[in-house]
Every structure is written in structure tokens, then in C-alpha cells.
């Protein structure tokens, strides 16, 4: 009896290209819907519902990829699935990232590594970088911060090292939120106990994403946080520097 199988499908925000931000070179950035956590300062809260967005295939992701394969390739840069978090849609991601691979295309996926036991080894296997976001190394800070818990991501970075995955570490400066001195050395001192992480990213807390609250009828948290100083920037990414890590 022959057997018909369905198209892999998954629900998606949009897709856009990108420089030097969502990993090496230019990329093709797709931003899948649904995402567990609610970051006080996420600046995309319009792909928090799976409800949302565009259902699609597989096939019609590829399709588009591949009208920028040269350009991307030619550029040193490749494809991430972003969010949302793409780990809410495991089978949609892990396809999407077997489907580049295959196709020669650098992967990248970008998560905050909270819903990482949903990624399988498989899935890791077609994954060339992880951007790992680790949005605090408190304990009761990440919890308010992003209505979650910190555990499965460092379980999730420790395994990503284990494996051999590079990754590069995220970390969004937001002042009076993440810039404590004390947790930024914590933090520091447990990404330097990690082999495969390239580098690590501090990045600037903005509130270019003000706008879709007030669209959706959403209040912003962090509408009177002010954005950190480039002083006070410097002096985190110096902290990790000091554990031999390369900060940016």
C-alpha cells in the first residue's frame, strides 16, 4: 500500500536578510512564530502567538531561501531560524536546518535555549552555530525578567558543549536588570568553562520594538528603562574579557 507523506509544516512571522547580526555573513533570517518566554524587553512581541502566523511548508521556505542561495553563499553567510523561539516548533526547525545543510547552506539557529531538551541531536547535528541568549545568570532576575526559568539553558549550553556546537552567548544589557556586576562574573566565569563558544555578543537594551506594543494595545515594561551608556557597555564586555572570552 503506498503512503503519502505530508509536507512538514510550521508557522512562521516573517523572513528578512541581514549583515553581520544573526550570525556570519549575510544571511537569510526566518522568524518562526510562538515563543514560551515574555522578555520584558522583546522587542518582537508580534511573533509570541503560534496563532499569528502564516502556516507554511517546508518546501515554500526552501523555495524562497533558494532565490538567494549565490548572494548568500558568495558572502560567507547562510540561513538562521529565529523567533519567537524556534525550539517551539521542533520538527519545522529541525527540517529547515537538514534541508540547508544539505544544501550547502551555513546554519545557524538562534534561541534563548529554554525548550533546548526539544532539540534533538539530530536536529544539533544540522546546526553549524547556536546563538544562545542567556538573558540573566540570576536566578530570581531571569524569573522576572522573562517569566521563566534559567536552568534548562545553562543544561542546554552545557550539552551544546558536550557535543561540540559552536555558539556564540547573547546578552542583552538593560539597566538595573542585567548589569550587576556580581552576576555578569558569574556568568562570565561559566561561559569560559565552555570550549565551543566563539564569542560573546553584549548587546545594547533598545526600544526600537515600542511601536508593536502600542499596535497590539500592549503596554511596554520597559518604556521609562533607560537605554544603558556605551560606558557602561564596555565595562560588561570587559568582565568578559578578563575570563579570555572574545566580548563584542
Known amino acids: 500500500m503506498n503512503t503519502v507523506t505530508r509536507p512538514v509544516t510550521g508557522r512562521i512571522h516573517s ?13 537569510f533570517v526566518l522568524f518562526v512564530s510562538g515563543c514560551p518566554l515574555r522578555c520584558l ?4 512581541p508580534d511573533t509570541w502567538h503560534m496563532r499569528d502566523g502564516k502556516e507554511t511548508t517546508v518546501d515554500e521556505v526552501m523555495a524562497e ?5 549565490a548572494f548568500l553563499t558568495t558572502a560567507g553567510g547562510g540561513v538562521t531560524v529565529t523567533g519567537g523561539e524556534p525550539l517551539l516548533q521542533p520538527a519545522f526547525t529541525g527540517e529547515i536546518l537538514r534541508r540547508c545543510k544539505e544544501a550547502g547552506l551555513h546554519t545557524a539557529l538562534d534561541t534563548s535555549g529554554f525548550l533546548g531538551a526539544r532539540a534533538s541531536d539530530e536536529l544539533l547535528a544540522h546546526t553549524d552555530l547556536v546563538l544562545l541568549d542567556i538573558k540573566s545568570f540570576d536566578i ?25 556546537v559552536p555558539m556564540w552567548i547573547r546578552y542583552v544589557l538593560v539597566p538595573g536588570w542585567t ?20 564569542r560573546v555578543d553584549v548587546l545594547p537594551f533598545h526600544k526600537l520594538g515600542a511601536a508593536k ?14 537605554v544603558p551608556e556605551r560606558e557602561s557597555v564596555e565595562r560588561v564586555r570587559e568582565l568578559f574579557r578578563e575570563r579570555g572570552l572574545n566580548a563584542y
Open 15 to 27: 523572513w528578512d536578510l541581514s549583515t553581520g547580526v544573526d550570525g556570519p555573513g549575510t544571511r
Open 41 to 44: 524587553y522583546c522587542a518582537n
Open 65 to 69: 531561501i533558494e532565490k538567494y542561495r
Open 140 to 164: 530570581p532576575a531571569y524569573r522576572r525578567l522573562t517569566g521563566g526559568e534559567l536552568a534548562p539553558t545553562l543544561g542546554f549550553a552545557t550539552r551544546l558543549d558536550r557535543l561540540g
Open 179 to 198: 548589569d550587576d556586576p556580581e552576576a555578569v562574573a558569574g556568568l562570565a566565569g561559566f561561559v569560559a568553562g565552555l570550549g565551543s563558544v566563539d
Open 213 to 226: 506594543y502600542e499596535a497590539l494595545g500592549i503596554p511596554f515594561p520597559l518604556r521609562d528603562t533607560p
